[in-house]
């Protein structure tokens, strides 16, 4: 049995891996953490998500879907019994079937249910979670047609919504949604921005405060992002909340 055999079918079931999981993987392989690392929410260590698809392990580069992906996984958890949306096809490739509505024009995955767009949508009561796709608003990317206003659009219409939502995008990727987010006052708002940074080599995040963010640190190259960038409304003790993290990921 080769290496890989040994190994994926470890993190193939859709879940976070806990520590003992990364324990596993440690035994099994020469390059494994005895722990999962953590990055820290407001002070409070929270694990990153170890996935095989769009992840990579530790002690390699890591994407930013191991910050998204654990951010994710609490708000999902407060949100238990609430409908909740997402706008992009992310969690199939993670949880399927862990969320029943997802929007998505381009994602042919069999799980989401509305190929319309942000756009198109209709807000009500439901919570919402994005990951790393209002980025792609308006880009021309995925066969959709360009719409340089559509990336204002999308986040004015967020922000204007009446629901709780999580969504996340990396820094530097599309300049115009960088931009505009520097026009608003986030501070007198109803919602949280967040953002953790790292450097172009290693997985060590730290959290910083959106105006100490400068045009340097909104860098996507070399090594996925170096900028995370996430929006919240919700529970104000949520990030607090000890008891919506560490353990694996329910499907």
Known sequence: MTLRQRVLPLVDAGLSLTSAGMNTVGRLTPWGYAQVPTFSVDGTAVQHFIHRYNANYPPYRMTERTL???LADIFLRAMRGRRVVE?????PYYWPDRISEIVDPADDHIAVTNH?????????????LSMSTFEHIGSGEYGLAA??????????KLIACPCDFLVTYPAGYNPALDQYMRTLDHRNATYRVMVWHRGPRGNEWEQLEFGDMTLATETYMPGWAQTLVALYRGPHDLWQR???RDGPAPT
């Open 116 to 128: 319309g767009g942000w756009d198109e949508w209709e807000t009500s009561d439901e919570a919402l």
């Open 242 to 244: 000890t008891d919506l």
């Open 147 to 156: 719409d340089p206003a559509a990336t204002q659009r999308a986040i004015d």
């Open 68 to 70: 998204e992906l654990a």
């Open 87 to 91: 706008i992009g096809a992310v969690t």
